[in-house]
T-cell receptor, first 119, second 113 residues
Framework: DGGITQSPKYLFRKEGQNVTLSCEQN?????MYWYRQDPGQGLRLIYY???????QKGDIAEGYSVSREKKESFPLTVTSAQKNPTAFYLC??????????????????FGQGTRLTVV | EDKVVQSPLSLVVHEGDTVTLNCSYE??????LLWYKQEKKAPTFLFML????IEKKSGRLSSILDKKELFSILNITATQTGDSAVYLC?????????????FGTGTSLTVIP
């Protein structure tokens, strides 16, 4: 079945450690996104990528890094520079608009999320 | 600064009540507005709206967009306990670096029997 898979579901990190969250999609979507969700703050964009080997910072990119070596995969690394990493992380993908006026936008499809806790 | 604002932040109603959730936005290069329902984990898609004044409807849920006034509402009639969730509003923006989705903080709806 087509969809987005995030792993692991739960992740515990010691202070000072880097951790990598996995996000894989088999929807053939060009665009992929990483969001962070904290209670009462909705979804905030960390990084996004519209095409392989290219990505842009979102609103809260500090302390995070990403790569997009394959269309299907967009892993997120939470580095030790992220001072408050405990949160729920959501990965999403969508079809990229190719030119103005073209129909075919899709909604953002989400994975099931990874809950990261610093211990 | 692009932003999406939802109100109210939380709402508690009794089964059978009708609720209206609000979403206003200030986003450059607007392309579409989306509503999602989030119960525990992944948000699930409800509606995508691109044109003003055209109501989208699915069962007891409906939504409409006003691009002149920059807002949207989500209506739920005859609410059920299964409607309890966080409802997220998002605006899709298109620019030189591609498409982004801007999310509001969500409205937490609790339906009590």
């Amino acid at each position: 079945d087509g969809g987005i898979t995030q792993s692991p579901k739960y992740l515990f990190r010691k202070e000072g450690q880097n951790v990598t969250l996995s996000c894989e999609q088999n929807l053939n979507h060009d665009a992929m996104y990483w969001y962070r969700q904290d209670p009462g703050q909705g979804l905030r964009l960390i990084y996004y990528s519209q095409i392989v080997n290219d990505f842009q910072k979102g609103d809260i990119a500090e302390g995070y890094s990403v790569s997009r070596e394959k269309k299907e995969s967009f892993p997120l690394t939470v580095t030790s520079a992220q001072k408050n990493p405990t949160a729920f992380y959501l990965c999403a993908s969508s079809i990229k608009r190719r030119n103005r006026g073209e129909l075919g936008d899709t909604e953002a499809f989400f994975g099931q999320g990874t809950r990261l806790t610093v211990v | 600064e692009d932003k999406v604002v939802q109100s109210p932040l939380s709402l508690v109603v009794h089964e059978g009540d009708t609720v209206t959730l609000n979403c206003s936005y200030e986003v450059t290069n607007f392309r579409s507005l989306l509503w999602y329902k989030q119960e525990k984990k992944a948000p699930t898609f409800l509606f995508m709206l691109t044109s003003s004044g055209i109501e989208k409807k699915s069962g007891r849920l409906s939504s409409i967009l006003d691009k002149k006034e920059l807002f949207s509402i989500l209506n739920i009639t005859a609410t059920q306990t299964g409607d309890s969730a966080v409802y997220l509003c998002a605006v899709r923006s298109s620019g030189d670096t591609g498409n982004q989705f801007y999310f509001g903080t969500g409205t937490s709806l609790t339906v009590i029997p």
